[in-house]
T-cell receptor, first 110, second 114 residues
Framework: EDQVTQSPEALRLQEGESSSLNCSYTVSGLRGLFWYRQDPGKGPEFLFTLYSAGEEKEKERLKATLTKKESFLHITAPKPEDSATYLCAASSGSARQLTFGSGTQLTVLP | ETGVTQSPTHLIKTRGQQVTLRCSSQSGHNTVSWYQQALGQGPQFIFQYYREEENGRGNFPPRFSGLQFPNYSSELNVNALELDDSALYLC?????????????FGPGTRLTVT
């Protein structure tokens, strides 16, 4: 059974304090690894897709990386507006359905 | 470009009742997937529709059913509602099996079963 585990569950940072979020996955026939941002009461917002180990993608203060067993979302010099829940998901199967982790709730304090 | 839209935004139903949720996919997308998100959890895959046919299903009972229409919009129907069905229901659209893997989500429908 496909499994995606995220850590930590919650993370509180001071503005400007860089950190990383972890996503471990056990998926048969991985087609892609996704990162989404979700604000309270809203749908997930697409951030990145990673397809193969060693791949990296960047967007503003965020950088996502992928190994054969894990993905990391690095946040450099975060701002309060980066506060949200960050979800990791793996795509597999004929329907390429997404298997999500439970998310990391990030709070950035001013 | 129009994003994914869902209706209604919120819904309150009584146990045993039936509910229909609606989704309009993003322009140019022919595949719709539905997910259930309980509070504090990640979304769970319910099923996917591609060209009006069910193309995959997660671990949900048959009382969860769906439809996709020729314009690629979709419905999720849930019969015999249970208290545990209370959740945020998310619709996501994508360009289909021959296209990219990215799924774009709508704002969700918050269903409360009392």
């Amino acid at each position: 059974e496909d499994q995606v585990t995220q850590s930590p569950e919650a993370l509180r940072l001071q503005e400007g304090e860089s950190s990383s979020l972890n996503c471990s996955y056990t998926v048969s026939g991985l087609r892609g690894l996704f990162w989404y941002r979700q604000d309270p009461g809203k749908g997930p917002e697409f951030l990145f897709t990673l397809y193969s180990a060693g791949e990296e993608k960047e967007k503003e203060r965020l950088k996502a990386t992928l190994t054969k067993k894990e993905s990391f979302l690095h946040i450099t010099a975060p701002k309060p507006e980066d506060s949200a829940t960050y979800l990791c998901a793996a795509s597999s199967g004929s329907a390429r359905q997404l298997t999500f982790g439970s998310g990391t709730q990030l709070t950035v304090l001013p | 470009e129009t994003g994914v839209t869902q209706s209604p935004t919120h819904l309150i139903k009584t146990r045993g009742q039936q509910v229909t949720l609606r989704c309009s996919s993003q322009s140019g997308h022919n595949t719709v997937s539905w997910y259930q998100q309980a509070l504090g959890q990640g979304p769970q895959f319910i099923f996917q529709y591609y060209r009006e046919e069910e193309n995959g299903r997660g671990n949900f009972p048959p009382r969860f059913s769906g439809l996709q229409f020729p314009n690629y919009s979709s419905e999720l129907n849930v019969n015999a509602l249970e208290l545990d069905d209370s959740a945020l229901y998310l619709c996501a659209s994508s360009t289909g099996l021959a296209g990219g893997l990215e799924q774009y989500f709508g704002p969700g429908t918050r269903l409360t079963v009392t």
